[in-house]
């Protein structure tokens, strides 16, 4: 895997590393997964009390899920050093490139253009570029919820109880997609947009590495069923859309 043919980047440096090094990669990888949860969980609880911060929460956990995919596929960016680091495999040997990268390679659009060059993810419509021109983008619909002005729309804060919780992810769970629900700037909030698709992106990575490891990990299956949310099922209905493309 490398970076080397995206346009805007520079080799700065290879070195070679110990092959339990690359581990690293993937316990981060897993870590961002479960930021993603708990920034899912997070969302889905202010739903009611904020819909700037259920909107915000839901995008980081869709950014997290992203991230943690890049982290798999071997590329993690350093933000001090500016640059970013890829393993590559050769011959028996493990070594990093050390990428420099540009203005335009900041951290919400790097990870998603990443992944976006490798299939599975290349060909499914549920992973985008995170364009912040488009209408409908995770990015665009951040923009607003971040930056533009909200005063005069703040509800009255209600705290969400843990059964209110779990039949607010069931529903996301049962939700039958007839098109893919990129959120979109113009229907801010959206967040129903917001979390439909950020709960399919953390269920694409569960399934993900369950089918590249199946039980044979002890460290997935250590972190696959978090404890501290129990609300999380992990199903989707196959959207209707996909089904028909299958045909």
């Not at 990888?29 to 889905?44: D, N, Q, T």
């Not at 930056?147 to 996301?172: C, K, M, Q, W």
């Amino acid at each position: 895997m490398s970076l080397r043919h995206i346009k805007g980047i520079q080799i700065k440096k290879i070195v070679y590393i110990a092959p339990r090094d690359t581990a690293l990669f993937i316990t981060c990888a897993v870590e961002m997964w479960l930021r993603s949860v708990h920034s899912f969980l997070i969302s889905v609880s202010l739903l009611e009390s904020s819909p700037i911060w259920a909107s915000v929460c839901g995008y980081y956990s869709s950014h997290y899920c992203v991230r943690g995919f890049a982290h798999l596929l071997g590329f993690f960016q350093l933000h001090k050093a500016r640059r970013v680091v890829s393993i590559e495999i050769a011959s028996g040997a493990y070594s990093c490139t050390f990428i420099k990268k540009n203005g335009g390679t900041r951290e919400h659009q790097v990870y998603w253009k990443i992944i976006k060059q490798y299939e599975p993810f290349k060909s499914d419509p549920f992973f985008t570029l995170n364009d912040d021109n488009l209408k409908a983008s995770d990015g665009t619909h951040r923009i607003v919820a971040n930056y533009y002005d909200h005063i005069g729309s703040f509800p009255r804060f209600r705290v969400l109880d843990e059964n209110a919780l779990e039949r607010i992810i069931e529903t996301i769970s049962k939700t039958e997609l007839t098109d893919v629900p990129i959120p979109r700037g113009e229907k801010y909030p959206d967040i129903k947009y917001v979390q439909l698709i950020a709960y399919h992106r953390i269920v694409k990575f569960r399934n993900y590495l369950n089918e590249i490891l199946g039980s044979s990990s002890a460290f997935w299956n250590l972190y696959k069923n978090p404890t501290w949310c129990p609300a999380m099922n992990y199903q989707v209905v196959k959207p209707r859309f996909i089904s028909m493309y299958a045909n």
